[in-house]
């Protein structure tokens, strides 16, 4: 600002100048114009002299109030000073500096009428005035710019510490980050024949060793199928911004048809070795809870960074753990009282076909009083919820306000099929419950609710009806009725959507199992069937699809319907549009925008959603999104799936 009127004092004298030429040359044919042009060139000089008058009186002015308000330092006081100082004004105009400031600064130039911002790297003046010390570089030396204010002036001293810098730098760069890592599949290996087992592990170790001799990291097998590597920061920064190749360099070890994935924890930013190891197993566990084929890595703050994750959850062939959980769940069971059993806001048949056989079991074999606690109005389960208050003679499901009123301290809540605070039919009965037990299938988010006494999760499992059956059958499958049956085999086929996708060989046999138990396909194919106009809103949606690089998107229009059925369904039913890996539904609810997504697996969704702050798992996600409007929503849709099939297509 200042600086342009130091600027424009030579504009006025060559306009003077040209002024008082024209005077002369018109003297000859015109003293009217030759006393104009006299009158306005001598009134040009008459601003050039008031404007630079005022201006130095400005300048002695700030600059001598300005020393003198720091006490005891004067102009020639500064000008001593080993370091560069300058004097600034009000809007940051340099009005003096020392001659260290025009050496080291702007090349032995003087720098008054330049704004401070020029030395400031890029950084507002407003750093100045924070006084904690504003970090900047300038012709390759680092400095430190502390700045005293007295009134609108201040006096800003350049400490130079490049040398300290670069050793922080150092020391940052090299502070240790543990890596665990562990081969995900190795059972599918180990299937096969030994040789194929110790085929792959030899080539995970060939590939891990190479990863670390890389950055010339230590590394070290930690267990059958685990290892610990341990890079420094500055290695972990360059493979977060390479997104990590070691998992695309795994993937591409194939034996028989099976691809190997592994799942590593990384652990950013503490000092100690032991610290970051401790941490590095907490990110595994995430990793790891997240389906696997990923690398999670944790921060000191506690935050987490995924990579990867491409790949569907491998099945676990083994059932042992289901057996442990049974176990565990027979033993918390035994020391309470009353067993709720809830799911998510919304619930759907998956939810409520494991909750109503876990209370077959919790009142006939542990003989508890025993109810599915249950928002009938928003339930997505109406048709199963008739059809079990149908059949049976008891009433099974309460509302979360009766659970509440009915909670005693020795009660137990099984939260089934989400693990998430923020998803609950009612956060208020998981507040007031003392013993919760978790069962879910979905991938791990980071705010999972982490008190559990028993936390079953299964990522590579199609449902929760899944998990519930095996649990059930070991724990005793004798009361299960073919009511109880049906509604698990329906929570099966929604989330397999008809057996098409997540199916492993352990969802057959769990479907195999209910198929004993008397569920019968036919009454579970009437669970699905909807009223005409949520069927007709379904159609309208799949109608208003348009195709986006291999993305059917949606937005949909609101109509009579239950909008968040035929969302869900009409992103079901757009994966089957040619051409399509992915699906997306834009709808209005609840006065947020939703996002429903679903893949068959080529893209992943969940990464998608998660990035619009949602979730779910690799083939059926979804997000809320608030305060928003469904065109915004679409382009924050647009630029996630661009980003996230970019960063695919790159990997
Ligand atoms: N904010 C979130 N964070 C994490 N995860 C989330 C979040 N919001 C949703 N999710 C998970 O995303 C998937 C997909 O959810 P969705 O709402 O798109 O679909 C669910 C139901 O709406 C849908 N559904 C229910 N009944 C039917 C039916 N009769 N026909 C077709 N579709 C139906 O199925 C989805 C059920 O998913 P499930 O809970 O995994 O069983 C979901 O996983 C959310 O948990
Ligand atoms: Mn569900």
């Not at 100045?128 to 007295?150: I, N, P, R, S």
């Not at 610990?228 to 997104?243: G, L, R, S």
């Not at 960074?305 to 442990?324: I, L, T, Y």
């Not at 106009?533 to 993305?551: M, S």
Request: charged share 25%.
């Amino acid at each position: 600002m200042r600086k342009r009127k130091w600027t424009l004092t030579p504009w006025f004298l060559i306009f003077t100048a040209i002024m008082f030429a024209m005077a002369v040359v018109s003297y000859e044919y015109s003293p009217i114009v030759f006393y104009i042009e006299l009158g306005v060139s001598v009134l040009s000089l008459a601003v050039v002299l008031v404007i630079s008058l005022r201006f130095a009186s400005y300048v002695k002015g700030t600059v001598k109030n300005t020393v003198e308000n720091i006490k005891g330092i004067n102009e020639d006081y500064l000008e001593k000073f080993s370091y560069p100082v300058a004097v600034i004004g009000r809007q940051g105009d340099i009005l003096w500096c020392n001659s260290r400031f025009r050496k080291a600064m702007c090349g032995g130039k003087g720098a008054e009428g330049d704004n401070i911002k020029v030395y400031l790297s890029g950084k507002d003046i407003d750093n100045l005035k924070k006084g904690e010390g504003c970090d900047v570089a300038v012709d390759g030396k680092e400095y430190t710019v502390y700045c005293h204010f007295t009134g609108e002036s201040a006096v800003c001293e350049f400490i130079e510490n490049t040398y300290y810098k670069q050793i922080t730098r150092e020391y940052l760069a090299s502070k240790p980050c543990v890596a665990i890592v562990v081969f995900d599949n190795a059972e599918d290996f180990s299937d096969n024949s030994d040789e194929s087992f110790s085929e792959a592990m030899l080539d995970i170790e060939v590939c891990l060793q190479k990863w670390a001799e890389q950055y010339s990291a230590l590394y070290k097998r930690i267990g059958n199928n685990r290892f610990m590597i341990i890079f420094k920061e500055a290695d972990v920064e360059k493979m977060t911004a390479d997104k990590f190749p070691i998992l695309k360099n795994i993937r591409e070890i194939t034996i028989n048809n099976h691809s190997a994935s592994i799942s590593v924890g990384l652990c950013r930013g503490y000092n100690s070795i032991k610290e970051s190891e401790i941490n590095a197993r907490k990110a595994l566990e995430m990793a790891l809870g997240r389906g696997g084929d990923q690398v999670a890595v944790i921060k000191k703050d506690n935050t987490y960074e995924f990579f990867g994750g491409k790949v569907a959850a491998a099945e676990k062939a083994s059932k042992v753990r289901m057996r442990v959980i049974a176990n565990a769940i027979s033993r918390v069971v035994a020391d309470c009282d009353k067993v709720f059993i809830m799911g998510h806001k919304f619930s759907d048949l998956d939810c409520v076909g494991a909750a109503i056989g876990l209370q077959c079991i919790m009142e006939k074999t542990f003989k508890r009083y025993s109810k599915v606690v249950i928002n009938r109005e928003t339930s997505m389960a109406k048709q199963l919820i008739e059809y079990t208050d149908e059949k049976l003679d008891t009433d099974i499901f309460i509302s979360p306000e009766t659970a509440l009123s009915g909670l005693t301290q020795k009660s137990l809540l099984i939260i089934v099929d989400t693990h998430l605070k923020r998803s609950l039919e009612s956060s208020e009965l998981y507040e007031k419950c003392k013993k919760v037990i978790i069962i879910d299938h979905h991938r791990k988010a980071v705010d999972y609710i982490n008190n559990a006494l028993v936390f079953c999760h299964e990522p590579s499992a199609s449902s929760t009806c899944e998990m519930c059956s095996e649990i059930i059958s070991c724990l005793d499958d004798s009361p299960l009725s073919y009511v109880q049956a049906d509604a698990m085999l329906a929570g099966i086929t929604l989330d397999t959507k008809n057996f098409a996708v997540k199916t492993g060989v352990r969802t057959f046999e769990a479907a195999a199992y209910l198929r004993r138990r008397g569920a019968n396909t036919l009454t579970v194919k009437g669970m699905f069937s909807d009223n005409i106009e949520t069927y007709r809103e379904k159609v309208d949606i799949v109608c208003k699809a348009h195709v986006y690089r291999g993305c059917a998107i949606s937005i949909a229009p609101s109509g009579d319907g239950d909008i968040r059925l035929a969302s869900a369904q009409a992103a079901d039913e757009m994966l089957n549009l040619k051409g399509v890996d992915a699906s997306f539904v834009l709808f209005e609810d609840n006065n947020q925008i939703n996002i429903s997504a679903r893949s068959y697996g080529n893209v992943n969704v969940q990464i998608i959603m998660e990035k619009l702050g949602g979730g779910g798992h690799q083939t059926m996600a979804a997000t809320q999104l608030k305060n928003t409007t469904k065109e915004f929503a679409y382009q924050q849709l647009l630029s996630e799936i661009d980003s996230t099939l970019d960063d695919e297509e790159n990997s």
